[in-house]
């Protein structure tokens, strides 16, 4: 059964601080990991995609297959990073998607 | 282009009444997905379809859960016989494509008194 697992319910760091956000998936096929983000008042919308191995907004994601992890790294957050992050599964093909529980990031100033 | 438009943004309901939850895809999107978010936790996939098919429903309760997605108009959420446990935020999604980038409405809050 695919299953993601985002173990920190809130990460509070201060503006400037690095910033990780992690996550944990089980899969048995080859996964298709993703970060979504959904700033206050907004709506949920994507923010990478490990297939793109992209920066986006200075985050960055690594899929590592080995520990089956896929944490969401900035070096240096702002305050306009406060927001609730996704962890997101879905199989190579389709916008079937298994999401974690979401982490709340707060960036104090 | 609006956006994946849903509403009502609100709404609420006794046990036992009906729920209609409505979407509107993004211009130009034929997949419209739905999804449920319960308190403190994260999405879960509840159905896929297309124009007139249904796709996927595993994530769909057997009983008093039905989607629709018809050829003219807005996909339909129907909850029959509300419980209390049906209160949650319900999610649409649309791509263009199968695999293509996912867009999200706002949700509706549903709450069963």
Same mark, same amino acid.
């Given at each position: 059964a695919q299953r993601v697992t985002q173990p920190e319910k809130l990460l509070s760091v201060f503006k400037g601080a690095p910033v990780e956000l992690k996550c944990n998936y089980s899969y048995s096929g080859s996964p298709e990991l993703f970060w979504y983000v959904q700033y206050s008042r907004q709506r949920l919308q $994507? $923010?990478?995609?490990? *297939? +793109?191995?992209e920066s986006i907004k200075g985050f960055t994601a690594d899929l590592n297959k080995g520990e089956t992890s896929f944490h969401l790294k900035k070096p240096f957050a702002q305050e306009e990073d406060s927001a609730m992050y996704y962890c997101a599964l879905g199989k190579a093909? #389709?916008? !079937?998607l298994t999401f974690g529980g979401g982490t709340r990031v707060l960036v104090k100033p | 282009n609006a956006g994946v438009m849903q509403n009502p943004r609100h709404l609420v309901r006794r046990r036992g009444q009906e729920a209609r939850l409505r979407c509107s895809p993004m211009k130009g999107h034929s997949h419209v997905y739905w999804y449920r978010q319960l308190p403190e936790e994260g999405l879960k996939f509840m159905v896929y379809l297309q124009k007139e098919n *249904? *796709?996927? %429903? +595993?994530?769909?309760? !057997? %009983?008093r859960f039905s989607a629709e997605f018809p050829k003219e108009g807005p996909s339909i959420l129907r909850i029959q016989q509300?419980?209390? #446990?049906? +209160?949650a935020a319900y999610f649409c999604a649309s791509s263009r494509g199968e695999s293509e980038k996912l867009f999200f409405g706002s949700g509706t809050q549903l709450s069963v008194l």
């Open positions: $994507l $923010l990478l995609r490990h *297939i +793109s191995r093909a #389709g916008n !079937k | *249904i *796709i996927d %429903e +595993s994530g769909m309760p !057997k %009983e509300v419980v209390r #446990g049906d +209160s």
